[in-house]
């Protein structure tokens, strides 16, 4: 299962980790874990005119937990909330198996996941952590 999960984009991805680190004075934060696995994702967003202008993110977990949260980090800058809500649906599509197109290309890297249903909480554990803390900014808290 190894070899056809952990292809080489994503262990590339996972080990350049674009993002990570917290932020020191994040407008939202937000910690979440994925019991099953033991995978733990912390999302730091700074905001300004509803749009992210710079996100960290501290990943306790598997090579495809690293290698999404790096994704979002190398895209949500300049993003609206609205933009990186249709990331995480598509990518969220992908591991369904529906033949739409990603929001961002590199997310395809992700097709071979889509095998392994009890991976696909890894994938999309960094964009539920970046959703709610979307939702936590937009609050003000």
């Known amino acids: 299962m190894a070899d056809s999960l952990y292809q080489t984009a994503i262990v590339e ?17 937000v910690t979440l874990d994925n019991p099953l696995c033991g ?20 990943v306790r977990g598997c090579l495809l937990c690293e290698a999404a949260a ?4 190398a895209h949500a800058t300049g993003a609206t909330a609205d933009e990186l809500k249709a990331a995480a649906e ?5 591991l369904k198996g529906t033949d739409a197109e990603p ?5 395809r890297m992700f097709l071979p996941v ?3 249903k009890s991976r696909h909480r890894c994938v ?8 709610t803390a979307l939702a ?3 609050k003000g808290r």
Do not use: N, Y
């Not at 999302?43 to 202008?53: E, H, P, Q, Y």
């Not at 999309?124 to 959703?131: N, R, S, V």
């Open 103 to 107: 929001a961002w290309p590199d997310l």
């Open 90 to 94: 598509s990518v969220a599509s992908l």
């Open 39 to 58: 995978d733990r994702v912390t999302i730091d967003l700074a905001m300004v005119d509803a749009r992210v202008t710079a996100l960290g993110h501290d």
């Open 114 to 116: 889509r095998a392994h």
């Open 13 to 29: 991805t996972a080990r350049r980790a674009t993002g990570k680190g917290r932020l020191p004075a994040p407008d939202a934060s």
């Open 136 to 138: 936590k900014a937009a």
């Open 124 to 131: 999309l554990l960094p964009f539920e952590a970046l959703q």
């Open 70 to 73: 790096a994704i979002i980090a």
